[in-house]
């Protein structure tokens, strides 16, 4: 087992660490806040001959992610990273990569998009895409987006997945935030994240050998079967990332839960649902009020998409309500992203119970304890009987 030496590291340079122990071949990007300090270290690993790949400076966030895509059906291994209006810039690149199945690893470091302006930390950028096709797991810590990316790179290639992965991280609450890091060595993430083998075998590759294409133009019944195998791919990945946090156990002595981190769940009365930075502190909020001899509990997502619908009806089966706090806003359901995809899960309950949708820390606002202890206090009275609204706005005056 390789632990790996501790660095002080940011959420960016623990991205760009993991990038390099990956061994891409190419890394296309471009620059936004707040992914930028990513690229810029990137780029000096390349300068001091550490990062032996191409580095492309394209005009835009699409051609980024176009020419990753280029090399990873040449049969090579790409990263590309974005952020907020950078993500939208691609979203035709974006929808491309997942319908024709290359497994690129991209970064988002996530930030709320324009109208009104702003260059703060929220989720709305990954919302605005999460039925893109792609899988996205959503990280709490700078240690969990290093492990989190080797790993993206085993689920992507995976021969029964090839679809491309996000890594999401909150910007400038871990893309800023500085925080002690284990790097493994190289030879131990070679051992778990083989080299990319570039044949029929293993994955479709273009090749004069072989022809083929991508992009094909289809109609009617074809175009229904790659939705489905679409869709197939997606399941197996949920169910594969449950077997990888165990791989990467035993490799690095480091665990997530897989789909989900469950926390004192198990024996709770009532469950707090949300996933990123916020989960730390509400875990927190469960420890006092457990304390207080309150059975609190909390699930934090970490797999967004596929979301882990069994999974989550499992641990909410037998609770008395659930409150599920999200940093973006549904338009048309005037609650969270989040709330929704919990609410339905919901429905494979025998019995139904509230759930309560809190939304807070947009534009970088702090979630701190005392909304987050009072959105757990609005969870509990509402299990036990009180009324109360279905969507509550942390924080708002």
């Not at 304890?369 to 206090?377: I, Q, S, V, Y």
Request: proline content about 4%; glycine content about 10%.
């Amino acid at each position: 087992m390789n632990n790996g030496a501790a660095r002080l590291l940011d959420g960016n340079k623990a991205a760009a660490h993991a990038v390099l122990l990956c061994r891409p071949d190419l890394v296309a990007a471009y620059p936004i806040t707040p992914q930028t300090p990513l690229l810029e270290q990137l780029y000096k690993f390349k300068a001091e001959g550490r990062l032996v790949a191409e580095t492309v400076e394209v005009e835009g966030e699409n051609s980024a992610l176009s020419a990753a895509m280029g090399t990873t059906v040449a049969g090579g291994r790409a990263f590309t990273a974005t952020s907020s209006m950078g993500l939208t810039f691609m979203y035709d690149a974006y929808l491309f990569a997942s319908g024709t199945r290359v497994p690129v690893v991209m970064v988002i470091a996530m930030r709320e998009q324009t109208a009104p302006t702003t260059v703060s930390c929220g989720q709305q950028d990954l919302m605005m895409v999460k039925e893109g096709g792609w899988i996205q797991l959503v990280c709490e810590s700078c240690q969990e987006i290093l492990d989190s990316i080797i790993v993206a790179y085993r689920l992507a290639e995976d021969p029964q997945v090839q679809l491309p992965v996000n890594v999401c991280y909150e910007g400038y609450y871990l893309s800023h935030l500085s925080e002690a890091v284990k790097v493994p060595s190289q030879e131990a993430v070679d051992q778990f994240l083989e080299p990319v083998r570039a044949n029929g075998n293993q994955r479709p590759v273009l090749s004069t050998e072989h022809p083929m294409t991508y992009g094909t133009f289809v109609v009617g019944d074809l175009y229904a079967e790659y939705r489905y195998k679409h869709c197939q791919a997606m399941q197996r990945a949920a169910g594969l990332l449950d077997s990888l946090d165990g791989a990467f156990a035993g490799a690095f002595g480091r665990s997530y839960g897989g789909a989900l981190e469950p926390y004192r769940a198990d024996d709770a009365e009532f469950l707090m649902v949300t996933m990123g930075t916020a989960s730390g502190t509400l875990k927190g909020v469960v420890d006092q009020l457990r304390g207080e001899g309150v059975a609190a509990g909390l699930v934090r997502i970490r797999m967004f998409r596929p979301f882990p619908r069994r999974q989550l009806a499992e641990l909410m089966r037998g609770k008395r309500a659930v409150g599920v706090v999200d940093r973006s806003v549904s338009f048309g359901w005037d609650a969270g992203h989040l709330f929704i995809d919990v609410k339905a899960a919901a429905q494979d309950l025998e019995r139904r119970i509230p759930i309560v949708s809190f939304i807070g820390g947009l534009a970088g606002t702090d979630l701190r304890h005392d909304l987050l202890e009072g959105a757990a206090r609005a969870t509990l009275a509402r299990g036990r009987g009180e009324p109360g609204e279905e969507v509550v706005w942390l924080g708002l005056e």
